[in-house]
């Protein structure tokens, strides 16, 4: 059974259509939209401060997503495919998203809509990746304006993770 628990009487909230791994952990000041999935060993820690994830957003195996204290909340949109090990903390990352594999996005950054962050990147605290931009490297820089063929990616890829979701959940 996943673990989730209120901190200090604020319990998450998360929509009845997302899939939640057996072995996840939500905790505190979580709010979780429709049509989303959290998999396997993820961690949603909204115990210093808020977390918002919007609808078809799919949080991928070991993510961890967390807050800062007093100051950063973290606030993700609809249609957002966070990647295996990656860290989404005290951050605002908008809609139509891809954050690759074990990328870590720190305080106070935003990502606007439709953008890659490539696998491995590391966006800095107060940094503003624009939108329609793949971002690469430590620190994370814009490196190419995002193709048709990935903006399209970026529209398909949550409908996917739903698809997946349903091969746990349909009986």
């Not at 909230?13 to 952990?25: G, K, L, M």
Request: hydrophobic share 40%.
């Amino acid at each position: 059974m996943p673990t989730i628990l209120p901190v200090e009487d604020k319990y998450p909230s998360i929509d009845d259509a997302v899939f939640i791994a057996p072995n996840c952990t939500i905790v505190g000041d979580v709010v979780i939209g429709k049509n989303c999935s959290v998999w396997f060993n993820a961690v949603i820690r909204g115990d210093v401060n808020f977390i918002k994830i919007g609808d078809y957003t799919n949080i991928q195996d070991n993510v961890t997503i967390h807050c800062t204290y007093l100051k950063n909340g973290t606030t993700i949109g609809n249609y957002v495919n966070i990647g295996h090990n990656s860290i989404v903390h005290g951050c605002i990352v908008h809609d139509y998203v891809l954050l690759g594999m074990g990328s870590i996005v720190m305080d106070n950054a935003v990502i606007e809509s439709n953008v890659i962050i490539a696998a491995g990147a590391v966006v800095l605290e107060n940094t503003v990746c624009e939108s329609g931009f793949l971002y690469a490297g430590i620190p994370a820089k814009k490196i190419k304006p995002l193709t048709d063929e990935q903006l399209g990616m970026l529209q398909q890829l949550p409908h996917n993770y739903v698809k997946y979701s349903g091969w746990f959940t349909e009986k």
